[in-house]
């Protein structure tokens, strides 16, 4: 529209004034001279060059007008439109951008949202763009194009081409009312199911998991290669909770692929535009005060974060905020409210809606309503505002242009959208002029190292978002900040009374028997029941209020599509009320099912049936791999199980089913809760990145998981590195007794890559006797023949630890849980250790503990403490020959006489405890034990020179007084237990007992610093 033309919906202005100012540039050339207001250059009539505050965005149309004046007053004009290309890919970059475009739940007009994500994606598709819609019933995305006639988006079977840009609609609510989606959980559930279909995407496009030598690094990692969808920018684009789930997903992709976004330098390249983002609590409408999502926050590998909003909404309008706090910050907040017409209807959800078109107005410059049917007004002319004064909706504030907003006065700034919102995109074509508010509107040159700005502007996506205020507190909290399954304790939502909804992550079956709908039998919000309303359950630790899912015969349910963890066991718990009438009551079967049909699903059943407990003639355990799969706790409390997952499906997109069937005319029921990957004693840290592989680098730090224990075993020392557990009141209490005698071999060490030892292969007695004659020498004093050692078969995990089942404590029989360990020891000042905090549990305090040994016997004393008064020869120092002279034992069994058992020269433990008061993540007790593993260096007192009499056996032996257990010279901090041990072992096994604690001060604290047991406790 020139000068001269008039506008129809405009009063006819003072004769010369410019009727349409807000076009991009209006230039004159004369004489050589191209001139405009706020500049001009040189140049010839036939061809002009924008200047660079008008650089205009990409993939759009334009029209440019040429009139030509001639001296003798005649005119002529030209007109012509034209297409701006969007950018080349690089040559290692398949895909020159990946946009996704995320809805959320609205209450009202919730077409319109999406309508505004279509246009953005329509104008994409146009501009040469590949789309790509998310289905929820299938967690595939499905190529697609725009029917205009159905106002929707329809399938057809076009890949996306190589190079172009490609766009997803990340359409998570399709198809699913809007009430029952207002909850907590379903934000976050959306974020798990989709990243986990961006991870198939990503592998069907060239990414890999694993290599030719195995499935982890050195380090233990699983090895990933990116594909071609991670290999390209990302563009997160969320308008209201669409922002959450954004958030949610951009930490997952932080956590698994910190390497995501890459270009063609090298750099990655991660945008996260947020639209009217809104923290929901009780702060919210009404309408959504049960929806308690995770803060909205700018992750650290996020290295562009642009937020526009309102805040003119009343009643259920959602409105917006400045993403900012004292630790990180949006790059970019613009409130776009205190510009006109925001005012307008604010109660209907108006402002909200004009935020999404106000966006999409800049990603798509030709329509003056956004969707083109009865959508909102695009205030983007002149003649659009009906009040004056106005700020103009549309200014350039890239880095190359100083425009002010106009106060009325001045119509000559450019209003058309070009140079902000979409512009700053890597398919917007202004990346590179992106601005940063530190101090002022300055561009990423500016702010000097660009790494230190991001590191103070982010947060680290260790970082736990989940709501935690009232009502709900910490219960929304999965296991891990990522939790390892979204919901596994169901209690991501708020139960509400007689109000029936999905279960968030868990929201019904689906299988191509039902081609993805869900059966009649959907299980909801209903079918969740409270612990204390359980009859049954008996014996629990937590809160009364914590969910758990009933289900009855028949009953299934499916997890949506997750991302199977880099390492770790299934652990669920179960709950089963015991029925007399009918032992065989039925199965649970849970089944993993990939989305790569190319990958062989696994189930595993769990039989209802009691378990058998048996033992042989020799009171071993016989019906350990038997019962492994039977309930016994789980009668009168809930039981975990734990399922060892195959490597095939490590780091893949898949489901997780359950189902209970029944036998015969039983009639079972079951509670299941907390359903999680790896082992509830690892959560603060797996200590030497110990793997369930049998990969050479992995056979002297092999990965056993069980319900009651898990561990890291040494195939070379043929003893455990280390064993951990979980202490608390139910495991302290029951009357298991110790119930069995005799260890029995663990059928879960691959009997292909190891030797399992047998419970007569701690028989030494033939071994001992070559250094003492006769066995009953090591009971005589003897001068010349000091026994310092006898080898018992030393409990790590303590049968007393494990008292509610007699199953549970069968476990604790196996010989991966056993080490060659002094008897003195053993039964003094080790036992004492165990008692004291067997006494505490039963109060209520909860343990993680870890144990083991170290070093090897035999060779020279390296650490105290040795006794301080010896009367007799000279005492035993640093450097000399060890009291301990055993550096190892053959296994009695192995005719061969080639596997040994490694003797430890000293045992270790770790306790990370909670005391009864404490709600936090985080023990409050953390200290660690370092005890010799001879009967010299625990005796605070020898004398050789007087011996008494042993009144059980009239035998003289030394006079001797044992240290207590809480003696200053057996307790060391955690970190100089860790420097102790990392100083013997091999290079691939480095202790950190606190590896997944992110808090770096924090953790740093917990090592450094001893907090230990109650005094006078014990």
Known sequence: MLPCY???????????????????????????????????????NTEFTLPGDRMLTAGQEYHWAVEVTTKNGSSQTVTEEFQTSLPEAATDNPFTSVTILTPGVEVEQSESISDNIDAIARQLKDAGSSVLRYQPTTSQWQSVTYNPSFRDWVRNDIEPVVGKPLVLLADWIDGIEPFKLLNGGFAEAAADAMFASLVQLDQKYNGTVGSANGFYDADGNLIRQQGDIFNSPLHFIGIGQGAVVNTEMIQRLGTYFPNAGGTSDGLPDIQMTTVDPHDYDENSPSIFQNIFDPEVVVWDNVTYADNYYQTNGTGNTLNGQELSSADWSADWNVNIGEWNEFDKNTSDGEPHLKAAAWYAGTADLSPSQIPDENGQTIYRRFGDFTSFPFSSWYVPDHTKANFKRDDGSDFDAPWEGIGTGWFNSALGGGSELRPYDVNGKKSKQELGDFDEYLQSNRLPVTFDNTYTGKPVGTRLRGDYTVPTLFNGNFDASVKIENVEQPIPGWPFYRDSATQGQAPSSELTTEDLVKWKDIPSLKKYVGSPSNLALKLKPGNRITHDSFIVPDWGTLRFDVHSPSNEKDKKRGELTVTIKPLDDSIDE?????????????????????????????????????????????????????????????????????????????????????????RTNTSEAYLDNYLLENPQYSLSYNGETNTPNWVSWVLDKTWATGRAGRAAKGFAEDPDLPASSFYRIQQDDYDFASQIEQKYNEKDDYNKFSWSKKAFFWADRGHLSPSNDRQRSVKDNFATFLTTNIIPQDSKQNSGVWRTQEKQLQDLAKEGYQFVIFAGGAGQGGGTVQYGPLPETVTGPSPIKRGDPNPNQFADFYANTDATQQTKIEVPDAMWKVVLGYSPNNKSDYPDIHFAWWIPNNSYAIQEMLDYNNPIEDPKDGQLKPNNNTRPWDDAKFTISIEALEARLNREVAPDIEYDFLSNLRDPERKKRMKEVMAFLPQNSG
């Not at 350990?624 to 095939?648: H, L, Q, R, T």
């Open 6 to 44: 008039r506008w129809p919906e405009l009063e006819s202005p003072q004769p010369g004034v410019d009727r349409n100012p807000n076009r991009i540039l209006t230039a004159t050339w004369n004489d050589g001279v191209w001139s405009w207001n706020g500049g001009s250059i040189a140049g010839s």
């Open 602 to 690: 696994f189930s595993q059943k769990i039989d209802l049936q009691e378990a058998s407990n048996q033992l042989d003639s020799k009171n071993i355990p016989i019906s350990y791999e038997e019962d492994k799969y039977k309930i016994d706790f789980g009668n009168s409390g809930f039981e975990a199980f734990y399922v060892p997952i195959p490597d095939s499906l490590r780091g893949q997109a898949a489901t997780l089913e359950f189902q209970l069937t029944k036998s015969g005319n039983s009639r079972p029921t079951v509670y299941l809760d907390n359903v999680f990957f790896q082992s509830s004693s690892l959560k603060l840290g797996n200590p030497t990145e110990s």
